[in-house]
């Protein structure tokens, strides 16, 4: 896989595409109305496409979405791209505290699968207009919910330090196993895709939460790391403060490819999938630049951009992977068919409840 040098803070100087920070918006904020999003002054677009805002995560994800759909697609079709970061929950709150707005913050918004489900049941996003994305049709089947437009996937697998551990673990329930006490590490930001892989271990079921949340506190108790971000349990691997998790195989290679001494396993129970997208904002000011910014991260070059610098697997069946790399990065038949895909309904009715238990019993 390709790796940038410069790392995750390059911005290509050539770059229309700008980044700004998130407000601090809490998830409790959810019946607050919110704050009109501050644009860089002087920023305004004489551009045709318009300026189009990009609700996303930070880090290596942003990075790249300006460097393999930004840069290449939208600036040369005349938009000019604001990332406007910050986490799934906080944005999600934001939408929602916006939602009676006639103009919101943001043209359109990254999101995990289930929140993309959750914010169009709530009635905050667009059903997806396939015919105003002409390359949907290079879609995977399985890849068209009305509720968003998938971008990449991967699957929660075991990550361990093999010159560490001795026995290498082949399960969920070996990684997450009380006896590695600090050495394990959880990703804050991961907290229902955490649950659900703890629940699954304890009760068999993804869905068996109250099963999970107790193996979730023996962890605790032990002394299991909690880390902000995925960076941020990345640095834990490399410098050695933690030997293993869980993660994104994606992620896995694109840290094997950065030097970090790290092994990826996919779990015996089966995996956990994770997959993410965009949703439009029924709200969203620039309609015409959200279904242009869709399109573009379906273009093959940004789909196989993504494949060889992080390692997700791309939604379109035109993007030229590699085979040899498509074998890195994807699951085999047998691995599919033992994957346990999330219930939306369920993870939608118990989001708030889940949040909260993590936040302010889990971290506590």
């Not at 109305?33 to 942003?62: E, M």
Request: proline share 5%; glycine share 10%; net charge negative.
């Amino acid at each position: 896989m390709k790796r940038d040098d410069k790392g995750s803070s390059l911005m290509s100087s050539q770059s229309k595409c700008f980044t700004i920070g998130r407000r601090g918006f809490l998830a409790g904020m959810a019946g607050a109305i919110g704050a009109p999003l501050v644009l860089p002054a002087g920023k305004a677009s004489a551009q045709a496409g318009g300026r189009v805002v990009v609700g996303t995560w930070g880090g290596d994800y942003a990075r790249l979405l300006n460097l393999h759909v930004g840069d290449p697609f939208m600036a040369p079709a005349g938009f000019e791209v604001i990332q406007d970061t910050g986490g799934d929950p906080e944005r999600r709150a934001q939408m929602l505290a916006e939602r009676r707005l006639p103009r919101g913050s943001s043209d359109i918004q990254a999101l995990q699968d289930s929140s993309m489900y959750q914010v169009f049941v709530q009635g905050l996003t667009h059903e997806i207009d396939y015919d105003r994305i002409p390359n949907a049709v290079n879609l995977l089947p399985s890849m068209r919910p009305n509720f968003g437009v998938y971008q990449i996937y991967s699957g929660m697998v075991v990550l361990y330090n093999p010159d560490k551990i001795e026995t290498p673990p082949a399960s969920y329930a070996d990684i997450l196993n009380p006896q590695y006490g600090s050495n394990t590490g959880l990703i804050d930001i991961q907290y229902r895709h955490n649950i659900a892989v703890a629940s699954l271990v304890a009760g068999g079921s993804t869905t068996a939460i109250d099963e999970g949340k107790k193996l979730l506190m023996e962890l605790r108790r032990a002394g299991v790391r909690i880390y902000p971000t995925n960076e941020a349990f990345a640095q834990g691997l490399q410098n050695e403060e933690i030997l293993g998790g869980i993660m994104w195989k994606a992620r896995a290679l694109q840290w094997q490819d950065a030097g970090i001494n790290v092994e990826a396993v996919t779990p015996a129970e089966g995996f956990v999938p994770y997959i993410s997208g965009f949703v439009i904002p029924k709200n969203a000011p620039n309609l015409e630049g959200a279904y242009a910014y869709l399109n573009a991260v379906l273009e093959p070059a940004a789909q196989l951009g993504f494949a060889q610098d992080m390692g997700y697997s791309g939604t379109v069946t035109n993007a030229d992977i590699p085979a040899e790399l498509q074998k890195q990065i994807g699951f085999s038949n047998d691995e599919v068919a033992r994957m346990h895909e999330l219930d939306f309904e369920f993870f939608v009715d118990n989001d708030f409840d889940m949040k909260s238990w993590w936040d302010q019993e889990f971290k506590a």
